[in-house]
């Protein structure tokens, strides 16, 4: 009842953020201006640390996002509101809050594309009262932070847990979520080795933003930030390691939303889900000047009542899936 | 780390068969609480190892848990009670997970258990 009542509310707020959009959104940088609700005050400093500006989703999602509670402190180069312009270290005042560390990946483009694309989902995620959530590769926690507050917390009988490889992703994943009020459990692994045997069908949704970046292979094995991009040849050496994994860990109605590039052939990765029996579709569609992103939601085929009706990969076969917008 | 985490973490080791339940080496633990969600617990029991959770909570002197659970036990509110209180609000700070075959130990730093391998446990 409690649960409803949040779940009520939260529908609310959002409705009034106007977040009922088409699910598929392809935001050109140029176009990233236009937005007409733009200017409130959490939005006056837009422009990031590396020069570029929000593309307008990436704005409402924060606005979103801050709505339901999550304090800016997070992905200072983005969301940082407060900023002195004076200060010759704009995210000091921030990290000190939640902590940052130099080889932990700062929220950036494909973080904000994979909560955008959970917001999107957000009405199904709802519905689909999951009992165990993971992020795979959690690096600073704002994907599984945003994800634990959009799904409500704890009150709402939801489980979380996530890995990283990077010992000081866990650590920053941990401060953040502990600075917003929500619990995840953190375990520093690659992918979910030692989890995966005791929780194979258990997870109800498994987010992703793996290394996409096509590197080298030697890079893959790297430490440090490192691992947070590199993806080795097409960026797909960990993509097709994550894959198998989450197959097993999810439940029978588990879905898997994962960023992935346009270099990475994403096409190819739907048509190997596909063989393990999952559906696909785009989710959030995303092209600026350095990459084109695309957030895949997965599931497993037959359960296509719960995607409000989308068409979907299974029934349209895959090239005319792919080709549409 | 939750105790529901040691009862989900094995060991990883390369060659390992038995590497379930990690013994439980606990130097420093907090109570947190969660709110009590019946649902959860009764869809949870079939999926938790008892024994498991049962002993990791005797090793931090929680020894309210009966030795043996079968589903019967789950109407009874006390039961779940403690069994919610074991799963969900003792959480290990420091300390470490033992592989039961091979040894091995898993540090716990700061609540986070670190299930990561050298090259040629891989």
Redesign the interface.
Same mark, same amino acid.
């Not at chain 2, 700061?110 to 391998?117: A, H, Q, S, V």
């Given at each position: 009842m409690v649960q409803e009542e949040e779940a009520e509310k939260l529908e609310e707020r959002l409705r009034k953020l106007g977040v009922d959009e088409p699910m598929v959104e392809d935001v050109k940088e140029d176009e990233a201006d236009d937005d007409d609700d733009a200017d409130t005050e959490g939005d006056k400093e837009t422009i990031a640390n590396d020069g570029s500006k929000q593309s307008r989703s990436e704005q409402k999602s924060h606005k979103a996002i801050m709505k339901l509670g999550l304090k800016p402190v997070i992905g200072a180069s983005r969301i940082n509101i407060e900023r002195n312009k004076n200060d010759m270290f704009p995210r000091g005042a921030d990290i000190r809050l939640v902590s940052g560390h130099p080889e932990v990946y700062e929220p950036c483009d494909d973080s904000f594309a994979l909560v955008d694309a959970l917001l999107a989902d957000r009405g199904n995620l709802l519905n689909h009262k999951a009992?165990f959530c993971m992020e795979i590769g959690c690096g600073s926690g704002y994907v599984i932070t945003s994800l634990a507050i959009i799904l409500g917390k704890?009150?709402s009988?939801v489980?979380y847990?996530t890995s990283d *490889?990077n010992?000081d992703a866990?650590?920053v994943t941990?401060k953040t979520l502990f600075a917003h009020g929500v619990h995840a459990? *953190? *375990?520093?692994?690659?992918i979910a080795?030692?989890?995966?045997?005791?929780?194979v069908g258990?997870m109800d949704v498994i987010v992703v933003n793996p290394p996409y970046v096509p590197t080298s292979e030697e890079e893959v094995n790297c430490k440090g930030i490192t691992v947070s991009w590199a993806g080795g040849h097409n960026g797909r050496t960990v993509i097709d390691r994550i894959l198998p994994v989450v197959d097993e860990l999810l439940s029978d109605r588990g879905w898997l939303y994962m960023v992935t590039l346009k270099a990475n052939n994403p096409s190819q990765i739907c048509l190997v889900m596909r063989k393990k029996g999952y559906a696909s579709r785009i989710v959030v569609q995303r092209s600026t000047e350095e990459e084109s992103l695309l957030v895949i939601k997965f599931w497993r085929e037959g359960l296509d009542d719960v995607n409000d009706g989308n068409i979907t990969s299974s029934s349209l076969g895959f090239g005319s899936w792919f080709g549409r917008k | 780390?939750?105790l529901?985490?040691h009862?989900?973490?094995?060991?990883?080791v390369k060659g390992v068969v038995n590497?379930?339940p990690l013994r439980l080496e606990a130097s420093s633990w907090v109570e947190k609480e969660?709110?009590f969600?019946a649902?959860?617990l009764r869809?949870?029991f079939p999926?938790i190892?008892w024994p498991a959770l049962a002993g990791a909570a005797q090793k931090i002197g929680y020894a309210a848990l009966p030795d043996t659970a079968d589903a019967t036990m789950l109407e009874s509110e006390d039961f779940l009670k403690k069994f919610h209180h074991a799963l969900l609000e003792i959480h290990v700070e420091e300390g470490a997970l033992v592989c039961p075959e091979s040894g091995r130990r898993?540090p716990i730093n700061?609540?986070?258990?670190?299930?990561?391998?050298n090259e040629d446990e891989v």
């Open positions: 009992r704890e009150n009988g489980h847990f *490889i010992p866990t650590r941990q459990e *953190i *375990i520093n692994t690659n080795s030692g989890l995966q045997k005791r929780l258990m | 780390m939750r529901l985490t009862n989900m973490l094995s060991s990883n590497g379930f969660v709110e969600n649902d959860f869809s949870m999926k190892d898993f700061k609540g986070i258990p670190n299930m990561l391998l």
